[in-house]
């Protein structure tokens, strides 16, 4: 998608006045959204609501829209990945700033006007804290992504916190990171143990080519974090626990 420019529409695809992923209308979208990853939490969301006035199940999204104490809110099941997440939030955004009709921006003004978007995640996370208790509610300010989502986009640092943040991260994969050949894995369990179990290959294929087998290390409180930054989350130099 092309971020539209004065007098250039956008490049999102429109399906009879839908978005494509999402499957909604710009009427069936709030713009104070809640996300979750399970589609099935969506409704554990949405049962708080004090009514739904739209349920819109499109591809592996789903999206209900309603009302809570009076205000207008949505939620919206991504599924898992940060892929899934730029997808529906792109989307989003699009339904509350776009015409969709031209692909142009709304007038900042009016009762046309485009809306800000409200997004609050909720969902679960690993830690890399041994203080921090398994169940333990957390409300974070910030998320440092080592998915490859953020390449796509540019602009500056919120703040000087994020600034920090973005720094120590570069220095600890740096300073953790061997000379040598890299691989990439987009397994969300072990790849080393994945591979035994998944015929992804031939067998010719994968005896030629078997993954290393310190990939990804799991433990209860470090959840797919690759081995080379363990040391910098209180793990071993090998990236064990």
Known sequence: MTAPGPGRPSEIVVVDGRVYHLGLLASELAANLFIVGDPARAYTVAARFDRVDHEVKHREFVTLTGRHRGLPVSV?????????????????????????????????????????????????????????????????????????TGLYYEGPPADETVTALERAARRAIEEGVRPGSRFASAFFWSSADCWSAMPLAPRQTQSAHPPPPSAMRMTSTRRMIPAVLMPFFGGGPGGGP
Not at 98 to 114: F, H, K, N, Q, V
């Open 76 to 148: 919206m099941g991504t599924g898992i990945g940060p892929d899934n997440v730029e997808i529906a939030l792109v989307e989003a955004w699009a339904l509350v700033t776009l015409d969709l009709a031209t692909g142009l921006r709304r007038p900042e003004s009016g009762p046309e006007a485009a809306r800000p978007l409200t997004v609050l995640r909720i969902g679960t996370s690993g830690g890399t804290r041994e203080d921090v208790a398994v169940g333990t509610l957390v409300v974070s300010s910030y998320a440092i992504g080592l998915d490859s």
